[in-house]
């Protein structure tokens, strides 16, 4: 279950900031990949690097590209995609 999560939350995150125009999706991908070490699939089990990176990268717009993410998975959030979107929330403003 965990993969399917890790998978669903990785293309959720690649719809919202793609809708933002490619340029600045490239430099969140560089400074996600050389500042954190990581890649967006990753960010399901690493958070706060993806939380960290958004608010480096995108700045004000953190809390609506969260909002967005949530957009991508309706109504029908399982629990580890709930826990995952909480801890993005948390201080998100």
Do not use: W
Not at 16 to 37: P, Q, W
């Amino acid at each position: 279950m965990q993969d399917k999560d890790r998978t669903a939350v990785a293309l959720a995150i690649d719809v919202a900031l793609m809708k933002r125009g490619g340029d600045r999706y490239y430099h969140f991908v560089f400074k996600l990949r050389n500042s954190y070490g990581c890649e967006i699939i990753d960010c399901y089990d690493k958070p706060q690097y993806l939380k960290n990176a958004l608010k480096e990268v995108y700045g004000n717009e953190y809390g609506s590209i969260i909002e967005d993410i949530k957009l991508e998975f309706g109504d029908s959030v399982e629990e580890g995609i709930a826990a995952f979107l909480d801890i993005l929330e948390k201080n998100s403003v």
